[in-house]
């Protein structure tokens, strides 16, 4: 883990704020990136490029992004800082997993102490982390319990998926992907047994697949097996492309789509 951010992705469309914001950036050394959109800030996030996620909560779109942003393994997790509106504010910060909330208007001071106890939390992370990983190397005789080996060849990939449920469109993270199917987590529970209409980004790619899938198993955390029942013609030549590029990724098929062990389901 780097001691620094090595960026930090800002969700906000308020004037007055992003000054504010990018001076105090600028101050702490970190580089930013200003995103316009929820899909943005989402792909940087999910692509591990960023850190730090600055999230804006007068925007409807923030408190979704920092929930999926929370669910993140803690290498590509970011630290949150949020932007709420004038204290109380309404907690829907708190509640979506922000580390750290600044209330509007916001006061340059404020923002570099924020900064400056976001990196010294960093940096001892870090020396904590690289303490863990010397002592590691000294146990050779380590072994891998049988689900830590489970969950390790099921790391897979890290994208966006859109998920076009009855009461609206809900975002979730493509944690895997083959050619059969793909297991997501969501900021909810999905229904098992639905067959919704969903679209995927292909990382690496500007593609999106496009097609139907049938949620053959669900549980309370959010987390799904999504069957592809219908891939148009298109939809079916980029993912079998893109599975050809790194054969890492179509091996094990069939894997993608069981759950994980000891998960109550819903089915």
């Given at each position: 883990?780097?001691?620094?951010?090595?960026?930090?992705?800002?969700?906000?469309h308020?004037?007055?704020?992003?000054?504010?914001?990018?001076?105090?950036?600028?101050?702490?050394?970190?580089?930013?990136?200003?995103c316009?959109?929820?899909q943005?800030?989402?792909?940087?996030?999910?692509?591990?490029?960023?850190?730090?996620?600055?999230?804006?909560?007068?925007?409807?779109?923030?408190?979704?992004l920092v929930?999926?942003?929370?669910?993140?393994?803690?290498?590509?997790k970011?630290?949150v800082?949020?932007?709420?509106?004038?204290?109380?504010?309404?907690?829907?910060?708190?509640?979506?997993?922000?580390?750290?909330?600044?209330?509007?208007?916001?006061?340059?001071?404020?923002?570099?102490?924020?900064?400056?106890?976001i990196?010294?939390?960093?940096?001892?992370?870090?020396?904590?982390?690289?303490?863990?990983?010397?002592s590691?190397?000294?146990?050779?005789?380590?072994r891998l319990?049988?689900?830590?080996?489970?969950?390790?060849a099921?790391?897979?990939?890290?994208t966006?998926?859109y998920l076009?449920?009855?009461?609206?469109?809900?975002?979730a993270?493509?944690v895997d992907?083959s050619?059969?199917?793909?297991?997501?987590?969501?900021s909810?529970?999905?229904?098992?047994g639905?067959?919704?209409p969903?679209?995927c980004l292909?990382p690496?790619t500007?593609?999106?697949?496009?097609?139907?899938a049938d949620?053959?198993?669900?549980?309370?955390?959010?987390?799904?097996?999504?069957?592809?029942?219908?891939?148009?013609?298109s939809?079916r030549?980029?993912?079998?492309?893109?599975?050809a590029?790194?054969?890492?990724?179509?091996a094990?098929?069939?894997?993608?789509?069981?759950?994980p062990?000891s998960v109550?389901?819903?089915?």
């Amino acid at each position: 883990m780097c001691e620094t951010p090595r960026f930090a992705a800002v969700f906000c469309h308020h004037a007055p704020s992003l000054r504010i914001l990018r001076t105090a950036l600028d101050e702490a050394g970190i580089d930013c990136l200003f995103c316009r959109s929820q899909q943005q800030a989402l792909e940087l996030t999910l692509a591990g490029e960023c850190s730090l996620l600055i999230a804006d909560f007068a925007l409807p779109e923030a408190g979704e992004l920092v929930r999926l942003a929370s669910l993140l393994p803690p290498p590509q997790k970011p630290v949150v800082l949020a932007v709420a509106e004038e204290y109380p504010g309404t907690g829907e910060a708190f509640q979506s997993g922000a580390n750290r909330i600044l209330y509007r208007p916001l006061v340059s001071g404020q923002v570099q102490d924020a900064l400056q106890e976001i990196l010294e939390k960093r940096r001892k992370r870090a020396h904590r982390d690289s303490r863990k990983k010397n002592s590691a190397r000294l146990s050779k005789f380590s072994r891998l319990t049988r689900e830590d080996r489970r969950a390790a060849a099921r790391s897979g990939i890290k994208t966006l998926v859109y998920l076009e449920l009855e009461t609206g469109t809900l975002a979730a993270i493509g944690v895997d992907l083959s050619e059969q199917g793909l297991a997501v987590q969501a900021s909810g529970p999905i229904l098992a047994g639905a067959r919704i209409p969903f679209r995927c980004l292909l990382p690496g790619t500007g593609h999106t697949l496009r097609g139907l899938a049938d949620i053959i198993w669900a549980d309370s955390q959010g987390r799904a097996g999504m069957f592809f029942s219908h891939l148009p013609p298109s939809s079916r030549k980029l993912l079998k492309h893109w599975l050809a590029r790194g054969s890492a990724h179509s091996a094990d098929a069939v894997r993608v789509l069981l759950p994980p062990e000891s998960v109550a389901l819903f089915l």
